[in-house]
């Protein structure tokens, strides 16, 4: 059970080199990574802007070549999500935007989640992002 935590750890601390070397130019300009335990070894990364939305045609070239490169050494997986009670296991990736509708009184109304396949992000039409979220298995 010791070799098989200092394997985990090994793995986690591999896992954050390589987001973070993929992702330096946007961590330098104001964009942060949040590591989640999900489930035993299960990790979530999510990417966000401190606060703020951000455009997704400014960074989706980083994203999408950072997704190809952790395919490699780790394995996707599905997220789940619940509707009506009922889990509904869904695509790979997790992306928050913001709805392009505003409320009675002229403010943006609540966000949308939408989940996408590898292939589905490439040809997604996003704008106004809140987040990315995947989870691997270590």
Not at 32 to 47: G, Q
Not at 67 to 93: C, F
């Amino acid at each position: 059970m010791k070799h098989l935590k200092k394997f985990n750890e090994s793995r986690i601390d591999n896992l954050k080199d390589l987001c973070e070397a993929n992702f330096a130019y946007l961590l330098d300009d104001g964009y942060e990574l949040n590591y989640h335990a999900t489930l035993p070894n299960y990790r979530s990364i999510t990417l966000e802007r401190k606060g703020r939305f951000f455009i997704w045609s400014e960074i989706k070239d980083y994203y999408l070549s950072f997704i190809k490169r952790i395919q490699n050494d780790y394995e996707l997986s599905p997220m789940q999500k619940y509707s009506k009670g009922e889990k509904i296991v869904t695509n790979y990736i997790k992306v928050i935007t913001q709805k392009n509708e505003r409320t009675q009184s002229g403010f943006p109304s609540a966000n949308s989640y939408e989940y996408y396949n590898v292939d589905g992000l490439e040809k997604a039409d996003l704008d106004m992002v809140w987040s990315i979220t995947i989870i691997v298995k270590i």
